[in-house]
Nanobody, 122 residues
Framework: QVQLVESGGGLVQTGGSLRLSCAAS????????MGWFRQAPEKEREFVAA????????NYVDSVKGRFIISRDNAKNTVYLQMNSLKPEDTAVYYC???????????????WGQGTQVTVSS
């Protein structure tokens, strides 16, 4: 069983940056596809980014392309989401998740962290 713990959320002004981290334990990290999702108030959970087991392949929702970077350090069992040029519409609870398949569908991700709040002020 995998456990995930996110950190790094907070309050930032428009145009600022944050780096989210997600530490995994309980299973060999390098066997896991990792994804980031977010959920804003009164909205459905949305795919943000995914990264393959080796980190060679990444995928992003169009709204964050060019601003967010997903990466992983398999030696540290951690996946990151570097968020730059933040906008108020990025405000949400951000979740990391693990899956068996490299996908943008939340249905493919079986284990979720508790989430970390990101608030971007205008």
């Amino acid at each position: 069983q995998v456990q995930l713990v996110e950190s790094g959320g907070g309050l930032v002004q428009t145009g600022g940056s944050l780096r989210l981290s997600c530490a995994a334990s309980g299973r060999t990290f390098s066997t896991l596809v990792m994804g980031w999702f977010r959920q804003a108030p009164e909205k459905e959970r949305e795919f943000v980014a995914a990264i393959s087991r080796t980190g060679v392949a990444t995928n992003y929702v169009d709204s964050v392309k060019g601003r967010f970077i997903i990466s992983r350090d398999n030696a540290k069992n951690t996946v990151y989401l570097q968020m730059n040029s933040l906008k108020p519409e990025d405000t949400a609870v951000y979740y990391c998740a693990t899956g068996e398949y490299y996908s943008s569908s939340s249905a493919e991700y079986k284990t979720w962290g508790q989430g970390t709040q990101v608030t971007v002020s205008s």
